[in-house]
């Protein structure tokens, strides 16, 4: 499928894994793109966009959490790979990062979001899961 305001990634690789849907936020590509660009190597997707529905089903944070505003991606990445996607990510104004190292190395990934600080949801702002 053909890319979407997206120098590296697809259209099916931002969309919802629920609907298909993939209602990405222009300005968060942008940064995105530019976080690929040093980073220098491919960057593999464990989720994009997700719908409102989604979101629900998979993350305690329901139907309007970070992913269903299309400014937030969770990346696969470990060890260090992970911390120096994360230093890359913070020094270009990413201000959501998420950090999940347990179990298997394929399926470790880094939450990353420019969202705006908000009630109920602090930026900048790091977690682990």
Same mark, same amino acid.
């Given at each position: ?6 120098? $590296?990634?697809? %259209? +099916? ?15 968060? #590509? *942008? ?8 980073? =220098?190597?491919?960057?593999? !997707?464990?989720?994009? $966009? ?9 993350? *305690?944070?329901?139907? %309007? ?13 470990? =060890?260090?790979?992970?911390? +120096?996607?994360?230093? #890359? ?11 999940? %190292? ?5 399926? +470790?990934?880094?939450?990353?979001? *420019? !969202? !705006? ?11 682990? $899961?």
């Amino acid at each position: 499928m053909e890319s979407i305001l997206s120098r $590296y990634f697809t %259209q +099916r690789e931002l969309a919802c894994r629920h609907c298909g849907q993939c209602v990405m936020d222009a300005d968060f #590509l *942008t940064a995105f793109d530019a976080l690929r660009e040093v980073y =220098g190597s491919p960057l593999i !997707l464990h989720s994009g $966009y997700r719908c409102p529905v989604h979101n629900v089903a998979v993350s *305690t944070t329901g139907p %309007q959490g970070p992913h269903t505003t299309g400014r937030a991606v969770d990346v696969l990445a470990y =060890g260090a790979e992970a911390h +120096r996607l994360i230093g #890359l990510a913070l020094r270009r104004g990413f201000t959501g990062v998420g950090v999940s %190292q347990k179990g298997l190395h394929g399926q +470790r990934f880094v939450h990353l979001d *420019t !969202l !705006l600080d908000a009630p109920g949801q602090p930026r900048p702002w790091v977690w682990s $899961y």
